[in-house]
């Protein structure tokens, strides 16, 4: 049952994840649409382009693979994901390197958008969780006249 706690709360990080990524990835429209010729952009554009899809797809399995009974299967349905979404990275580092107006580099650093997103929301989520439980155990303290016994009644 411990599965059920925590993919509600992978589901939520994973649908914050898409959703900032989908942001930068119209930010990086927006400029390639501004500097068409610019080939950081169109790298940028791309990876993270292609950064956004792998997110969604990466997703989509945990859902799936969530539902499974059988564990085996559970862990070789992600294997294959994580082998197709391999195969796509491999295919866009490789399309980049022959387009000579895209940059390599911008396309690989587009590329760890969304996994750069996911582990600071990760972070950010652990920084708040960890700062409401120091709230609530700073709230719950007993200040030192409610602890005195006779003389504050």
Same mark, same amino acid.
């Given at each position: ?47 993270? %382009? !292609? ?6 797809? #990466? &997703?989509? *399995? @945990?859902?799936?693979? +969530? ?18 979404? %391999? !195969? ?6 490789? #399309? &980049?390197? *022959? @387009?000579?107006?895209? +940059? ?19 972070? !950010? ?6 700062? #409401? ?21």
């Amino acid at each position: 049952m411990l599965g059920a706690q925590i993919i509600p709360n992978l589901e939520v990080q994973l649908k914050r994840t898409v959703k900032s990524t989908a942001i930068i990835v119209a930010f990086m429209a927006l400029a390639l649409i501004l500097d068409l010729q610019n080939g950081v952009y169109q790298g940028l554009f791309i990876g993270s %382009l !292609i950064s956004l899809q792998n997110a969604i797809l #990466l &997703s989509k *399995r @945990i859902k799936k693979a +969530s539902t499974m009974k059988d564990v085996g299967k559970a862990i070789s349905y992600m294997r294959r994901g994580l082998f197709i979404r %391999l !195969i796509i990275i491999m295919a866009t580092l490789w #399309l &980049s390197i *022959r @387009i000579p107006s895209v +940059s390599v580099n911008a396309t690989a650093v587009g590329l760890f958008v969304a996994p750069v997103m996911s582990v600071s929301d990760f972070i !950010i989520t652990l920084i708040k969780e960890s700062h #409401l439980k120091q709230n609530a155990l700073n709230n719950n303290k007993v200040n030192q006249f409610q602890r005195e016994g006779g003389e504050n009644a």
